[in-house]
RNA sequence: GCGGGUGUAGCUCAGGUGGUUAGAGCGCCAGAUUGUGAUUCUGGAAGUCGGGGGUUCAAGUCCCCUCACUCGCCCCA
């Protein structure tokens, strides 16, 4: 590998420069308030799992990053086989059925947190990202109402670092179920696979795969598009469900479950909460309600917040089902879309407030006690380490964009002075008592 | 996994049809009557032209392979 090759950029591992940062930062604290703010308890889960923990649920094709000992010996057997999680759902599974004694139900949980994926990496799609996830796990059914709370807390958290608005599409995968079951269609994971390309390319290019692949006549097709076509602002969705007249149990329950949190959501403003018959989820875990997010500005970028309901994520780590429900928050996905659309204002390359500078001559003692007691009273406070010629401390302090600049005496006892970077005013002042502004 | 595009200084890029010691702007460092930020001026450091092979008297330039980045497809919590 050439010195060259070492300092690339690596596809789908993003990095932020300090001033971007610090952005980012602030919306994780924003995000944490708001979660907290309904009473969600933070937890961190390692970054690895058995490969077999994260195989188990999903898919077995996932394109996950294994991990092992460079020093490892290749024909250990014993040697276990570690994966980088690719989500927060399967790790807090894990970490619930770990805990179970010692967690009080229903388990209300927040991570904010790295995720992994290998997919190829393209606009918004990363390898190595942020992800905010909000989950509630129960041993008891968990009540409708939930579905309603979880994207009232998502909305609130978007708005909160100011990234909206975003359009969140809702569903009802016992809808779909029940409805495909009720034409016949044995393959539901297909069809769902197929109908979530609507968007993509289209209802005749639908029409035409669920033709090809899943060998439905016309009228199957008219009948599934006709339900992909549904959707709108209120609880009237389901009449129009309905109204198409397939039947079946599991359909009736689904559009139970639907009205009802569409009636909870129809206090928000109109087009922020939308039914529509379309939205699937790829995951397999998904049973009941589920959620997808997108920009209202930029509707061909890939979702932002996606989640829903899940009877039971932890059935084959212990003899217990646990249903549960929740969200995602894809905070690197949506950091880097504003980002490169200009809408993310870049602060101050550091958080300093004061650079006192290396006086001409001056004992160093004298200027780490000046820094030291502006730090003890809260500021944030850093020394020029340098006896440099003062042009060049300035600059760095205008580059920076740090707001004071400190000038400690040439000796002790002297006289301190502290300028302000913008308008150019030096002052005499005390370490002991001065305050900005 | 498949297809298109692109790889030259820290960054953004020039370098018709091959031809002496590979350039610019920005950035960086130093200086312009010995310590207060700008602009300007002067000087300086910095590139095995992504890597390997081939054609040729001669390759940054042409050919092949390979790697990386990037856009799209596939897939997608």
Known sequence: MTPKEKLRPISGFPEWLPEYRMV??????KLRAVFESFGFASIETRSVEPVEVLLKQGDTDKEIYSIGRLLADPDDKAEP????HYDMTVPMARYVAANMNDLTFPFKRYQIQKAWRGERPQEGRFREFLQCDVDVVDTREIPLHFDAEIPVIMHEAVNAIGA???VTKINNRKVLEGYYAGLGITDTANAIRIIDKLDKIGAKGVGTMLGDELGLDGDAIAKVLGLAEIRGNDASVVQRVKALGVKSDLLDQG???LHFVMRELERYPEGTFVADLSIARGLAYYTGTVYE???ADFPDFPTVCGGGRYDNLVGDLINKRLPGIGISIGLTRIFAKLMREGRIQAGRKAPTDIL???TQG????VIRETAGALRARGLKVEQYHEDRKLKAQLKYAADKGIPWIWFPPAEAGGEHQVKNSATRDQTPADPATWLPE
């Open 255 to 257: 559009l139970d479950e």
């Open 164 to 166: 909206g608005p975003l």
């Open 24 to 29: 980012e930062l602030e919306w994780i604290d």
């Open 362 to 365: 001056a004992p160093y003692s």
């Open 81 to 84: 086989t570690y994966a980088l």
């Open 356 to 358: 006192v500078v290396h």
């Open 293 to 295: 997010a997108k920009f």
